[in-house]
């Protein structure tokens, strides 16, 4: 069995809308007072959460360190 690993310099970054569930939802770390509501993924596998523009913001930081458009 294969081990799935997701590297945030190796792979392509994906944002995306996290499901609508019932219950308490994480706060987003960027100081919005909003919740949680889309992850950054990596080959399928979640490197953070938060915000809607604080995933596109980190995942444009992530491109322009690695130098892709």
Do not use: Y
Not at 3 to 21: F, M, Y
């Amino acid at each position: 069995m294969e081990l799935l690993r997701g590297s945030v310099d190796e792979h392509k970054l994906t944002v995306r809308a996290i499901p609508k569930r019932p219950g308490r939802r994480r706060k987003c770390h960027c100081g919005c007072g909003g919740g949680s509501t889309h992850i950054m993924q990596a080959n399928g596998i979640a490197m953070a959460s938060g915000c809607e523009f604080a995933m596109w913001k980190k995942k444009q930081q992530h491109e322009k360190r690695r130098g892709w458009k």
